[in-house]
């Protein structure tokens, strides 16, 4: 694989950044480099998909027959890298980056036609209604029911851990439709309006204060059997296809390239760097990165090709969650007596001096919101199917074992 960039590839980075210098507004870029999850603020993140889908960037990897870029895997990183480097805050995954494959792979001509328009628009924003309280990396034991009642699914359960049912209006829901010996069959995927009668949100707030998750209540909620992706009790399948899409549908190593560099930017300036022991850290982790990366250049153009991640995107979960979460600890300890709490108005050009004053580290963003970031990480290896469930998928697929 030849990994230097070609002309094309340049032209391309340098249109991205005449488009990123022009609509990517103060506002915006603060959103994307205050953040301290993986999401933005919402307000925000619909915002900057806004403009980007009035560039045809909203759904880079999409096919173009539905709406999408269809950049090729080189742009993708490309545009990804820049976007980091400019601070632009991340769309939600829900919308494009999972329910759209998911149609596209799955849906009826009739739904594309529906839902694919609208997901770009951000006229219908997602929610993923998949873990339940005992069902989370585990989910074939769900139980929300959905029972048929002449052309409706009538659905009655809740869902925990959904990120973003506060302020979304659909949601694509697990369902269980039948019971089997093997518990994966007897789910369906269903598309649930979250303004239906019958469903209640209740959140789930951080005790840093952020209000992003959820537990929803489904109480009798009746929903046409035309809301059924693929075909009833055949879900798991859709499930599956759509989980690869969403740990390794997209790459982590141009965002975690921007976040070494700033680090290692921080720990120049509060002479950190001079240690020979840290520096040693954030060597180990450059190569980490840098294998990622050509690992991601390669899954992706093999995924391109074939029209999903496969196993690839088991691989890519593992490696991006947890050199990510190494790069929080090193950010923590880069920050100094500044990774101490999360106190963004100690960190903030002009803040009170609340803790001691550190030469070259007053006023980065990156030190104030370390300690939070290192906290909201913790998640990474969670989320999506836990890690640990991802190396058993690879040992059964790939090993034989």
């Known amino acids: 694989m030849d990994l230097a960039w070609s002309d094309e590839d ?11 210098d022009t609509e990517l507004t103060d506002e915006l870029r603060a959103a994307g480099q205050w953040m301290t999850s993986v999401y933005a603020d919402h307000e925000a993140g619909m915002e900057w998909q806004r403009r980007l889908h009035a560039r045809g960037w909203a759904a880079i990897n999409w096919p173009k027959a539905h709406g999408g870029a269809q950049l090729s895997v080189t742009q993708r990183f490309i545009f990804a890298r820049e976007c980091a480097l400019a601070g632009a805050p991340p769309l939600s995954p829900m919308g494009i980056a999972m329910c759209g494959p998911a149609l596209i792979g799955h849906g009826s001509a009739e739904q594309k036609a529906h839902y694919l328009p609208r997901i770009l628009t951000g006229e219908h ?27 409706h699914l009538v659905c009655t359960g809740t869902k925990i851990w959904t990120t973003h049912a506060n302020v979304a209006n659909w949601i694509f829901c697990l369902v269980r439709t039948g019971q089997y010996d093997r518990p994966q069959l007897g789910i369906t995927f269903l598309l649930i309006p979250m303004d239906s009668p019958g469903v209640t949100v209740r959140p789930i707030v951080m005790t840093s204060g952020e209000h992003i998750q959820n537990q929803i209540f489904f109480d009798e909620v009746r929903v046409p059997l035309a809301n059924v992706v693929g075909e009833i009790d055949q879900g798991w399948t859709v499930a599956k296809y759509l989980l690869e899409f969403e740990r390794g549908g997209s790459a ?50 093999a995924a391109a090709r074939g029209g999903r991640p496969g196993l690839s995107g088991s691989v890519m ?45 007053r006023g980065t963003r990156e030190a104030a919101i370390a300690p939070l970031k290192y906290l909201n990480d913790r998640a990474g290896s969670i989320y999506a199917g836990s890690n640990e469930i991802q190396r058993n998928i690879i040992a059964k697929a790939q090993l034989g074992l």
């Not at 190593?253 to 950190?272: D, F, M, N």
């Not at 969650?321 to 709490?341: D, K, M, N, R, V």
């Open 317 to 361: 979960k593992i490696l991006g969650t947890e050199l990510s979460q190494h790069l929080t600890e090193l950010a923590l300890e880069a920050a100094g007596p500044y990774g101490l709490a999360f106190q963004p108005e100690a960190g903030a050009a002009g803040g009170p001096n609340l803790i001691p004053h550190t030469p070259g580290l």
């Open 10 to 20: 340049r032209r391309f980075a340098q249109e991205v950044r005449a488009f990123l």
């Open 125 to 151: 924003f997602w929610c993923q209604g998949y873990s339940e309280p005992h069902a989370g990396s585990d989910l074939a034991p769900l139980k929300m029911k959905a029972v048929r009642d002449g052309d």
């Open 252 to 301: 982590y190593a141009p965002g975690l390239q921007v976040r070494l560099a700033r680090i290692r930017e921080i720990a120049r300036k509060s002479g950190l760097l001079d240690d020979p022991l840290f520096a040693a850290q954030v060597a180990a982790a450059q190569v980490r990165v840098d294998v990622l990366e050509v690992y991601e250049l390669r899954a992706l153009t």
